[in-house]
């Protein structure tokens, strides 16, 4: 599977290396040269310094030919506007977004996104911990 993912922090980083070594085909992009000090040594996707909104970007991280697109920043705004872009524009078959707040999550999720919130999940998770 040819994946592109924006956004180079940790989880971004970590996903890409996981796809990675299942021998997915991986291309990570960050707007910061500086993010891809998260990908470990062994990585061996491509990097590619680049806005995950901006058409001409998505292109050179070979959006054109991806079968799934992961949009991994911290701003919920600019996730939702690359997967829109990704989804919509690039015809996508597979885009996942992640969301921090709640709420908006489940607007977004009507609207046709695949959409993952680390706050939801996180405090699912926890409560849980608490409950055992």
């Known amino acids: 599977m040819k994946v592109v993912i924006m956004g180079c922090g940790r989880v971004g980083a970590m996903l890409a290396w996981m796809l990675d070594r299942e021998g997915h085909e991986v291309t990570i992009m960050d707007i910061d040269p500086n993010a891809f000090r998260f990908l470990p040594p062994d990585f061996k996707g491509v990097p590619i310094v680049g806005n995950g909104i901006d058409e001409d970007d998505l292109r050179r991280a070979g959006i054109e030919e991806a079968d799934a697109f992961v949009a991994a920043t911290r701003g919920d705004n600019r996730n939702v506007m690359a997967c829109q872009i990704a989804k919509h524009i690039f015809g996508v078959p597979k885009v ?14 009507r609207l046709g996104l695949v959409t993952i919130s680390p706050t939801l999940v996180s405090a699912k998770l926890l409560k849980e911990a608490l409950e055992q």
């Open 96 to 109: 996942v977004c992640r969301i921090f707040d709640p709420i908006r999550e489940d607007l977004y999720r």
